[in-house]
């Protein structure tokens, strides 16, 4: 009973590296950018919460009715005003720009909020829980969190593959200039996907802030939890992602299982071997 | 008189340091086909891109219905009727037959093209429609290609290299099509490298050697050795 539980609850927390993940491989589907500080907006976007929390009394997780669009709405402008200036055939100028926006969120987060790990209260939520066997029990928040996750990318792939804005996404993906002599404006497009990464950013950042304390620091190990998520799942195919969070939730719960200190190790070796066994991940949909 | 749809003026279009054209000027009337013919490298899917937006000439204008398109977005140049065809087709690869041809239409001119009409033109692609567009024969990717580029009811369209990596039979009904496809009265600028064909279907003729005009007229008003000089440069 014990190891069961162990796997339901990796499963339930892998909803959330899925979170970690999507808008990091929807980022990358579309334009081929891997956003180095996308674990710093995670983090950045828990702490809008906070301030939006502090200000309006809201519960955190109706403060997405306010964080997502802000997020989706900085992400909109800083692919307009800047990612898109250094996007191009050299892959290393994006690297850097968005390793630099890492190091510049991750100080104005400590100078504006202090260095204190902070956690926002989610109230009987966080205390609520299933018994669906005994000794197995699904806390609401960890359930909330998967189901969040299954329905993002449930939606992102709707939105992918049945809408004028995918097809345009895809297009763009597949060959830039063509698209453009269709008539598509490739900043925007990338403007788009980057704000719709970013609202993605802001789900995964509140549940995060409910689930765990946070500190400014903590960005770039979410971006390893999101990275793994893809690899193992496969670059471009979402729901791979989602299997590929599950995986490492589950590694990393049979890693705590055997020794406290084990958890974060025993996901990056389930990482590594996967890598070794199929390099491209479990599902790859982009060469 | 006809009234001109396209006049390009002394362009010249650089890659870095390298000069593909040095001082091209052409002009096309309305509802005209012309042939543009050169051998590889000679600068024709150059010309194309600049007159699509696609590349920036370094000098020279290029007027579309008399008016320049200097600085214009490749986007802008497609919403004011310019299509192209490119070469090698360059098909999006992870939509379907149909959601390549709906793109095709996304700048919405109105007029005579509608996925009815190029279906009705190309009944397989609505047989296929939900395929792959990559996954069909390069005939029918071909046909995807020409229904992408009217979908946007273009008045100019730019054909490159209609025939290229297909079978004889493929080219021939294609090229059966052609009147069909130009029925409306677009101007349309084909590069082909089957020259006597280029030189059967078209009113007029530009040769292109090394970024250059060498030889320009009626496609009926020269021999073909004289084509062949202006072709080779020889
Ligand atoms: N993207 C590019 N970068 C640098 N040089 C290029 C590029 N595209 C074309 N060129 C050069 O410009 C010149 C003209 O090429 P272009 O493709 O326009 O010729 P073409 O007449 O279409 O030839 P083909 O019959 O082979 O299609 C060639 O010397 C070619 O090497
Ligand atoms: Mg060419």
Redesign the pocket.
Known sequence: MEWINVIVQGVLIGGLYALFAAGLSLIFGVMRLVNIAHGDFIVGAAYLAMVTITMTGLHPLLSLVIVVPLMAAIGYAIQLGLLNRVLGDDILPPLIVTFGLSIILQNVLLTTFSADSQKLNAGALEIGSIPVLPGVDIGYMPLLTFVAAVAIIAGLQFLFYRTSMGRAFRATSDDGEIAQIMGLDNRKVFAWAMALSMAVVAVAGVFLAIRANFDPFMGPSRLIFGFEAVIIGGLGNLWGTLIGGIILGVAQGIGAQIDPGWQLLAGHIAFLVILAVKPRGLFPRID | MSESILEVQNLEVF??N?Q?IHGISLTIEQGELLSLI??????????FKSICGMVRPRSGTINFKGQTTAGLSPARITEMGIAMVP?GRRLFRSLSVEENLILGGYVRRPGPWTLQKVYDVFPILKERKDYPATSLSGGQQQMVAIGRALMSNPELLLLD?LSLGLAPVVIKDIYELLPKILGEGMATIL?E?DVTRAMQVSDHFVC?LE?RISLSGQSDAFSHDEISAAYFGT
């Open positions: 890659y870095g390298a593909a050169g051998s590889n490298g000679a600068g024709k899917s150059t010309l070469e290299e590069v490298q292109m970024g």
